[in-house]
């Protein structure tokens, strides 16, 4: 069955250092998304984007984040000067068409922010 | 705002009972979509079931089943014959019947025990 990846599965960044996490998408979805998930906290929505622009973005996903679809197989979430209260696990998710149709989700990138 | 409950942080479960867990929500929507998600210590978040506001019959899947009651806003999931494999974090998740790629609401999930 097909998967949603994501790499690195752990991103060691000094604050203040960009960072891009990388997210390979089920190839037939046309809907992707970012998630967070502080530890001990619940997963919170960042932003979902469609047909290369974002589509919907929550009060987290602020100037210093923005995403990318380079190509026609990666989507990328960059953190321009990353802050102590980064850390997280980042998952990506996507759909085939957004609707009630279930979010497929990586396995997520730990990053951790020294 | 849509808001996601999930009272109960931990629930412990012999292997081979039933467990249900607990889910409530917040919304002004009169139709929307619900999701359990299960989160394994592999961290991977997979789907366990999903239900249409508008669809009145509780939705089933094998061991799984959600009694959901529109009315009182509540969502629980019941496992029946748990089994060792069901161990895992579960995620209660609402999402808007709006087109377009609006992102899940989730609730802080439950850690749910299996006992041998």
């Known amino acids: 069955e097909p998967e949603v990846t994501q790499t690195p599965s752990h991103q060691v960044t000094q604050m203040g250092q960009e960072v891009i996490l990388r997210c390979v998408p089920i190839?037939?979805?046309?809907?992707f998304y970012w998630y967070r998930q502080i530890l001990g906290q619940k997963v919170e929505f960042l932003v979902s984007?469609?047909?290369?622009?974002?589509?919907?973005k929550s009060e987290i996903f602020d100037d210093q984040f923005s995403v990318e679809r380079p190509d026609g197989s990666n989507f990328t979430l960059k953190i321009r000067s990353t802050k102590l209260e980064d850390s997280a696990m980042y998952f990506c998710?996507?759909?085939?068409?957004?609707?009630?149709?279930?979010?497929?989700f990586g396995d997520g990138t730990r990053l951790s922010i020294l | 705002a849509q808001t996601v409950t999930q009272s109960q942080p931990e629930m412990s479960v012999q292997e081979a009972e039933t467990v249900t867990l607990s889910c409530t929500y917040d919304?002004?929507?009169?139709?929307?979509?619900l999701f359990w998600y299960k989160q394994p210590p592999s961290r991977q978040m997979i789907l366990v079931i999903r239900?249409?506001?508008?669809?009145?019959q509780n939705a089933t899947e094998n061991r799984f089943s959600v009694n959901f009651q529109k009315a009182a806003k509540s969502f629980s999931l019941k496992i029946s014959d748990s089994q060792l494999g069901d161990a895992a974090m579960y995620f209660c998740?609402?999402?808007?019947?709006?087109?377009?790629?609006?992102?899940?609401?989730f609730g802080k999930g439950t850690h749910l025990i299996i006992q041998p």
């Open positions: 998710a996507s759909n085939f068409n957004g609707g009630n149709q279930p979010q497929h």
């Open positions: 998740a609402y999402r808007s019947s709006g087109g377009g790629a609006d992102g899940l609401t």
């Open positions: 919304t002004s929507e009169s139709d929307y979509y």
């Open positions: 984007f469609y047909n290369n622009e974002i589509s919907e």
């Open positions: 239900q249409e506001a508008y669809k009145q």
């Open positions: 190839s037939n979805h046309l809907y």
